[in-house]
Each structure stands twice: as structure tokens, then as C-alpha cells.
T-cell receptor
Framework: DAGVIQSPRHEVTEMGQEVTLRCKPISGHNSLFWYRQTMMRGLELLIYFNNNVPIDDSGMPEDRFSAKMPNASFSTLKIQPSEPRDSAVYFC?????????????FGDGTRLSIL | QKEVEQNSGPLSVPEGAIASLNCTYSDRVSQSFFWYRQYSGKSPELIMSIYSNGDKEDGRFTAQLNKASQYVSLLIRDSQPSDSATYLCAVNMENAGNMLTFGGGTRLMVKP
């Protein structure tokens, strides 16, 4: 079975540019999570969706960040405009909906560098 | 105080020894607990889950849960250099829906 698929794997762009990260969850998983990981702050939850609906976005750092899930098999995380402090690894994870005793499964992540 | 706490390490053990990784959490009614392993430059990978008090064994790994003490641990027997990684403790807190709260991770180094 395919796991969580993220693209791109690496992104290098200049400050001020728009960045779009993409995620395809595991088929049948209805909860999707976006995380950011840095050495300083560890793994931080940015936002999560149940059945394509955003449930908690309290971790989204600023209005420059937005996330969408137009259907059950696709989600995007957008940063506009990007800043050097946004440089991090961004992970997407999915989980069967309504079953908090099930673990989350992570994609390979997108390593983002803002110059 | 962080909700899920781990010693950042590094924890250094010789090959063949038992590595003991510890995690404490603040929410007394948490129900689900997970250990993830993360190699440098890679994504977190689930290695153990535990839901009730006591021990749960899977190969060389044993997870231990004590809800009264709000403590969960991971033991790795016969540690191998390939076990060298960061181990993340994750807890599903009460009223958190499907969200997991992660600890900062413990870096384990197994020396040949």
C-alpha cells in the first residue's frame, strides 16, 4: 500500500515567493495533519483536518500560512509571502478518522529552504 | 511546563546493552501513547503503541505504561548501532480529538 505522499521533497526559493506544499494521505484515512519540524522547536502541529474540514488551525503561525483540503485525497499548505524563518521540514500525516487510538502515519516530508 | 517531556540526550549506550527511554506527560486522562523513531533526515516512523498499564513487547522493543505516574517508557534490548536515532514520544490527550502531542525527542547513540 502507498503511504502518505508529499511533494516536492525539497524546495529552495527566495524570500517573498509563494510556496505550495502538497500531500496525498493514505487511502481511507480521513484525518490529515500538517507539521513543521525545526531543531529549535521540534515537531509542531500546524493544522489538522477531519473529513476535509479544518478542525484546529491554532498552530498556524501567521496569516501568511494557509491550508486547504479540497477532497479526501489531496491537501495543500501554502506560504505567501515566504520568509527565511519559514525554513524547516514540513511533514504531512494521516490517520483513520474518529479513532484516536490509531497512530498517525507520516510522509517523507518537504525540506523547505527560504533564501 | 511542557505537556510531554523527554530528556533530549544524547543517551549513549554500548552495543548489546539495554537502552531505556523515558517520557512523562501532564494530562492524567490520556489514553493512547506512541513511540516513533526518526533517523536523521527522515520522517518519524511508528515503532510501538500502548494503551493500557503494564508492558507491551514487540521483538527487541518493550513499551511500559504507568498511568498513575503519568509515565511511559521504551526499552530496547540488545541495542544495535542501527538503533541510533531520535525517539519521539507522542500522547493523545483528553479532549484533543485526533491530535497527538509530541515530546521533544531523545537522541540515542549506540556505540559499537
Amino acid at each position: 500500500d502507498a503511504g502518505v505522499i508529499q511533494s516536492p521533497r525539497h524546495e529552495v526559493t527566495e524570500m517573498g515567493q509563494e510556496v505550495t506544499l502538497r500531500c496525498k494521505p493514505i487511502s481511507g484515512h480521513n484525518s490529515l495533519f500538517w507539521y513543521r519540524q525545526t531543531m529549535m522547536r521540534g515537531l509542531e502541529l500546524l493544522i489538522y483536518f477531519n473529513n476535509n474540514v479544518p478542525i484546529d488551525d491554532s498552530g498556524m503561525p501567521e496569516d501568511r500560512f494557509s491550508a486547504k483540503m479540497p477532497n479526501a485525497s489531496f491537501s495543500t499548505l501554502k506560504i505567501q509571502p515566504s520568509e527565511p524563518r519559514d525554513s524547516a521540514v514540513y511533514f504531512c500525516a494521516s490517520q483513520p478518522a474518529g479513532r484516536s487510538n490509531q497512530p498517525q502515519h507520516f510522509g517523507d516530508g518537504t525540506r523547505l529552504s527560504i533564501l | 511546563q511542557k505537556e510531554v517531556e523527554q530528556n533530549s540526550g544524547p543517551l549513549s549506550v554500548p552495543e548489546g546493552a539495554i537502552a531505556s527511554l523515558n517520557c512523562t506527560y501532564s494530562d492524567r486522562v490520556s489514553q493512547s501513547f506512541f513511540w516513533y523513531r526518526q533517523y536523521s533526515g527522515k520522517s518519524p516512523e511508528l515503532i510501538m503503541s500502548i494503551y493500557s498499564n503494564g508492558d507491551k513487547e514487540d521483538g527487541r522493543f518493550t513499551a511500559q505504561l504507568n498511568k498513575a505516574s503519568q509515565y511511559v517508557s521504551l526499552l530496547i534490548r540488545d541495542s544495535q548501532p542501527s538503533d541510533s536515532a531520535t525517539y519521539l514520544c507522542a500522547v493523545n490527550m483528553e479532549n484533543a480529538g485526533n491530535m497527538l502531542t509530541f515530546g521533544g525527542g531523545t537522541r540515542l547513540m549506540v556505540k559499537p
